[in-house]
């Protein structure tokens, strides 16, 4: 069950994009590691790249995914419950959507209060816009330095060439290369069919997506170590389009060892003296590996599908839940205005209930259920921003479980949020109880931690139980207005729907 504290408003961006980068760190991890040990050394140049690309792609987007049939056993946020009778005190069989526990612990509201991990996923933000800003200037420049100091320029085949009077090391940008007057003299034609190789395979577009993703896992060292796999097949793509063309593969080997010392390079840059040469000279000389090998890339299917298993929260249960094992009781003190209040409380829910449930807008159980605005997180978010831990049950030791029932109107609104009550007749010494409330501790730290204390600490207890119960309900009811839930899978029948959430008071 999720576990927040009191968040402050500027952090309610920053965690979950922190956790949404470690998430998608994992997925790279699980599906680059056996690349490296199955594919890295096989000569399926253009396969290796688009499977480089398309885990770069997963890291994305199955951190994002939520797919409920996945989901492990044990994990169902949501539940199908019943709603204890008013007359009876037993069980009917009205149902509700059951949303996840929340916990909310007492703490003071101030920046120095911040957890450690608020500070963490601040930081991890501030770190990430760095990043960002430092690779669009280095995007921005190379629009700039490929044009800098040219002598001359033409275009070829649709791709543009600049010489430059300066010894710069050849590389190519999107569609143009960057070649110095020494090296066109010399040895123009090898070099530019390099270069042209990384132009018309647009593995500039290659190294944009790289960033992107090393931009949000920019602690993760192995996108940086996968960013290096992805540059060394671009390499060996050119270096195969060379030798497709007649280049004579002792001569090309030569120039690259002669081009390895050379001028600085830059990042965004497809490299023509890219390091780790021998590897390079090495895959030139290796056999073409059998097209049976291509099987090994089906790993990518059970490693994804893992990923999503452990992403994926589990869709509405349909069997029912009793209530009496999901909570239990808070003895009152006995006194007849509590029990007075208790039974009205009761009997007014349950007649707003029944007077909505004979409406034909009534669905307990819609196609699509209602949902919190925004992402699956952002009801979490709300709540931890929202909610405060009341003093006069801090100061008395109060914690429990509160439930709390509401509806999510045609529209979306919000209306009769309650605290969910009930007969129990477990404890026949008392007249009545308040079911939606389970004590988890108390000063006296008995089971009945009610009995044997003095009347001003049965009312300080009491008021504490009310203090939760109330900040419960209010908590519901100043949330936004939700997306409705609808009969159809269309979306053409909104209906009001009864929801339920549990909302556990515990101090630290």
Not at 258 to 268: E, I, M, W
Not at 450 to 471: F, L, M, P, R
Request: glycine share 6%; aromatic share 8%.
């Amino acid at each position: 069950m999720p576990l927040f504290h009191n968040h402050q408003p500027d952090t309610a961006m920053t965690e979950p994009l922190f956790l949404y980068s470690i998430r998608s760190a994992l997925v790279l991890a699980l599906l680059y590691i056996p690349y490296m040990l199955l594919l890295r050394k096989e000569s399926f140049f253009r396969l290796n790249r688009m499977i480089l690309l398309l885990i770069l792609l997963l890291s994305l987007v199955l951190p994002a995914l939520d797919i409920h049939h996945l989901a492990w056993e044990g994990l169902a946020p949501v539940q199908t419950v019943l709603r204890p009778s008013a007359a009876e005190g037993d069980v009917s069989p009205a149902t509700a959507v059951l949303l996840p526990e929340v916990t909310v612990h007492p703490g003071v509201e101030t920046a120095a209060s911040r957890s450690p991990w608020q500070w963490l996923s601040v930081l991890f933000v501030l770190v990430m816009s760095g990043v960002a800003l430092w690779h669009v200037y280095q995007v921005a420049r190379m629009g700039v330095v490929v044009r800098r100091g040219s002598l001359w320029h033409q275009t070829r085949d649709r791709v543009h060439i600049y010489c430059h009077a300066d010894e710069v090391s050849p590389y190519s940008w999107m569609g143009s290369v960057v070649i110095s007057e020494r090296d066109y003299r010399e040895n123009g034609r090898e070099i530019l069919l390099h270069e042209m190789a990384h132009v018309r395979a647009r593995h500039s577009w290659d190294l944009l997506f790289l960033a992107l993703v090393q931009t949000l896992q920019w602690w993760n060292p192995l996108v940086y170590i996968l960013g290096g796999s992805l540059r060394d097949v671009h390499e060996y793509q050119a270096d195969d389009s060379v030798l497709r063309q007649g280049v004579s593969a002792r001569a090309y080997q030569l120039l690259l060892i002669k081009k390895v010392v050379g001028s600085g390079s830059y990042a965004f840059a497809n490299n023509f003296d890219h390091s780790l040469i021998i590897k390079r000279i090495t895959m030139m000389q290796k056999s073409k590996s059998s097209k049976w090998m291509c099987g090994k890339v089906l790993y990518i299917l059970p490693v994804a599908t893992l990923a999503l298993s452990a992403f994926a929260t589990a869709g509405p249960s349909r069997s029912a839940a009793n209530p009496k094992d999901e909570v239990s009781t808070l003895t009152l003190n006995g006194q007849a205005k509590a029990r007075e209040s208790a039974t009205a409380a009761l009997q007014s829910a349950d007649s707003t209930l029944q007077s909505i449930k004979a409406s034909a807008d009534y669905c307990e159980n819609p196609a699509v259920k209602p949902h919190f605005p925004g992402e699956d997180h952002a009801i979490w978010e709300f709540i931890g921003r929202t909610a405060r831990y009341p003093a006069v049950a801090r100061d008395n030791g109060v914690q429990g479980i509160v439930i709390v029932d509401f509806l999510v109107g045609k529209d979306g609104t919000i209306s009769d949020v309650h605290v969910m009550i009930g007969k129990d007749r477990k404890k026949e010494h008392t007249a009545t109880t308040l079911r939606g409330v389970m004590m988890t501790a108390s000063p006296k730290d008995s089971t009945a931690w009610t009995k044997g204390q003095t009347g001003d600490e049965k009312a300080a207890n009491q008021a504490g139980v009310d203090a939760i119960k109330a900040e419960a309900v209010r908590i519901v009811k100043t949330m936004p207005q939700w997306v409705p839930g609808y009969k159809d899978k269309a979306k053409t029948q909104p209906c009001i729907t009864p929801m339920r959430i549990p909302v556990t008071f515990r101090l630290n």
